[in-house]
């Protein structure tokens, strides 16, 4: 079976916030709190998000998707704002998958659709699109003397975001003079670049070594995940922020649950730890002869 992150032995499992390198039909929701920092003069900001998002083969190895958030953010000292962030469309084709060398690797292309959500929540009004890189390596064909490295696997995702409009022009009037005031903000282009670094349990249970675990700990998988986005231009270039997030992923035949902690890397990220919370259902295990089945050609 090569459904929702196969490759030979290797089950890659869908990851908090590093993209997944393979095509799939699966339903996600992630919730994540964490204090972010001010800008400026404006206050730390306590920021709730609850996303969704749908994937759907249209063949077994091209997909398409959609996803969406839900944001609240709470600044220190004023009132709540709440609302929706822009919509997110997909694409993704997985060419590469070694059974022997555990290995998938794709190419994929992201669209923040601007102007979609609420610019209360900071929802852009321009668009970005974001071509992908994704791969997965698992370590079980390492030699022999290395067997409990084999349930260890790493998996990575790295973006170039293209902003589609250099500057945001802000027009507002000012209340004393009747004058409209004109503020412009640069938007800069970035990278994303995250990796995530697994291992195992099930994997050395049924494959390197009986060690005794059973259900539910032999279907857990410790995960540490490293997030960040670097400002390329337009006046913030080399500029880092993002997180590392160590946490557990426990799976199921038809479902997977997350939970991971959040840390910034430095001060521009935020001082103040997170939390992750991943949901994740198989539709192509659910409804094996009909939502998640490719919609041309044979599931493979």
């Not at 231009?233 to 590392?244: L, V, Y």
């Not at 997350?258 to 890397?265: E, K, S, T």
Request: proline letters at 7%; a negative charge; hydrophobic letters at 40%.
């Amino acid at each position: 079976v090569l459904a929702h992150g196969f490759a030979g032995k290797r089950f890659f499992p869908t990851t908090f916030a590093v993209e997944d390198p393979f095509v799939s039909d699966e339903f996600s929701m992630l919730g994540s709190h964490i204090r972010e920092p001010g800008e400026d003069v404006e206050p730390p900001v306590r920021a709730t998000e609850i996303a969704a998002e749908y994937s759907k083969r249209i063949t077994s190895w091209f997909g398409l998707s959609v996803g969406g958030e839900y944001r609240i953010f709470n600044p220190i000292g004023e009132g709540t704002q709440t609302g929706f962030g822009n919509l997110e469309l997909a694409a993704r084709y997985q060419f590469l998958t070694s059974a022997a060398h555990e290995a998938i690797m794709s190419l994929g292309l992201t669209a923040e659709v601007g102007g979609t959500g609420d610019d209360e929540v900071q929802a852009e009004p321009f668009s970005v699109i974001s071509p992908t890189f994704l791969f997965g390596k698992g370590f079980g064909d390492l030699a022999q003397s290395l067997q409990y490295l084999k349930p260890a696997a790493v998996t990575g995702a790295f973006a170039m975001n293209i902003a589609t409009e250099s500057e945001t022009v802000t027009e507002t009037p000012n209340p004393e003079t009747g004058e409209i005031e004109t503020e412009a903000a640069s938007n800069p282009n970035t990278l994303s670049w995250g990796l995530t670094f697994q291992y195992n349990l099930n994997y050395l249970q049924s494959f390197v070594q009986d060690v005794g675990l059973r259900p539910p700990l032999s279907h857990v998988i410790p995960v540490v995940e490293v997030n960040l986005e670097t400002c390329l231009d337009r006046g913030c270039g080399g500029e880092t922020s993002g997180t590392i997030n160590p946490g557990l992923i426990w799976f199921g035949n038809s479902v997977q649950l997350g939970v991971a902690a959040q840390i910034p890397v430095n001060d521009r990220t935020g001082n103040d730890v997170g939390v992750l919370a991943l949901v994740h259902f198989f539709v192509d295990d659910l409804f094996p002869n009909s939502l998640g089945r490719p919609i041309f050609g044979k599931p493979i």
